[in-house]
């Protein structure tokens, strides 16, 4: 975490662990929520070549993203698992993708091995970058009068306003990325009009939205389509070859998807793990893909599961028959 944003944070009254703000001093009693998303990475990908090169590593179609456009798409290994999945956001010729922090270093790793004589630097520059999130039933409404424009307000839009840039996510909910001196002046705007909010509640929309995130936990475990990136717009099909498309392409027109991703609540307040287990008669049958705990109690999921045990049996997160996952529409 970036130490002078860090600071910032403390004096606003966040209790931060492990560069992750758990929790702030304050009551969610206001109908908007403003989140630190320090714990997430921002991996740079600029250079003249940067454009195709990227094109011929991701699942979506890089062309479509734009200043005004972002989009989901996936990283895959030869054998069509991804190693992570990511918000790709476009500043003039540089591009950024945005995951959890945790696996930045492996992404760029794997991506530099596939450089060559390409014309492409790739930086982490997460601490260069003050990542914010913000929602609730006014977001856009607050955000705009503070920033003094009309924010988009379809999916995968984007503004680049007084040094920030602006993604919309859904209806009045917004990914916030710019420097720090921009930030703290947004955050002091906003302070007396939002609650101060730790990293699960941004997280917990990702799940209800039904958006999947990869982890160290489930790097290289998921064929996108099983983690429903088919459904976001996250894979292209006519976009050409890259890593991985020979298996994703074949699932979509030969296969048969045996395994996808559910929402699910859980009756636990023992926050399950990222790749965690389900199980259905006593047999390993899927995992958790991400959870969150919910303020009225138990926990909110997405989890991978065989669509035939997930039609016909009862799932439990462990095999001892005690934690039902409960499903709910996505």
């Not at 975490?1 to 560069?19: P, R, T, V």
């Not at 290994?77 to 992570?84: T, Y």
Request: glycine share 6%; charged share 15%; aromatic share 8%.
């Amino acid at each position: 975490m970036n130490s002078e944003w860090q600071a910032f944070l403390e004096s606003q009254g966040a209790e931060i662990k492990q560069n992750q703000v758990i929790s702030f001093a304050n009551p969610l009693d206001k109908p908007n929520q403003l989140c630190d998303l320090s714990h997430w990475g921002l991996l740079e990908v600029r250079g003249e070549d940067a454009t195709s090169f990227l094109q011929g590593q991701l699942t979506n179609d890089i062309n479509l993203v734009s200043d005004t456009q972002h989009q989901l798409s996936g990283y895959c290994n030869p054998k069509g698992r991804m190693l992570a999945n990511f918000r790709i956001i476009q500043q003039q010729q540089n591009y950024y993708l945005f995951f959890p922090k945790e696996l930045v270093a492996k992404v760029s790793k794997k991506l530099q091995m596939y450089v060559l004589r390409s014309k492409v630097t790739i930086e982490d520059v997460s601490d260069h970058w003050i990542k914010l999130g913000l929602f609730g039933s006014t977001a856009n409404q607050l955000l705009a009068a503070q920033l003094a424009t009309s924010l988009p307000t379809n999916t995968n839009q984007a503004i680049i306003i007084n040094n920030i840039h602006v993604l919309t996510i859904a209806p009045n909910r917004y990914l916030l990325l710019g420097r720090l001196n921009a930030m703290q002046t947004l955050w002091q705007q906003l302070s007396k009009q939002v609650s101060f909010a730790g990293q699960y509640s941004w997280e917990t929309q990702d799940i209800y939205q039904g958006i999947p995130t990869i982890y160290a936990t489930t790097s290289e475990e998921f064929i996108p389509q099983m983690t429903n990136m088919q459904d976001l717009n996250g894979i292209s099909l006519t976009k050409g070859c890259y890593t991985g498309q020979e298996i994703v392409a074949r699932m979509h027109y030969l296969g048969k998807l045996k395994r996808k991703m559910y929402l699910a609540f859980l009756n636990t307040d023992v926050l399950p793990q990222a790749g965690d287990d389900v199980y259905a008669q006593e047999k390993k049958v899927g995992k958790i893909v991400n959870a969150c705990p919910l303020a009225e109690g138990g926990t909110i999921a997405l989890a991978v599961i065989n669509i035939e045990h997930q039609d016909q049996d009862t799932i439990y997160l462990n095999n001892n028959g005690k934690t039902v996952l409960e499903f709910k529409d996505l």
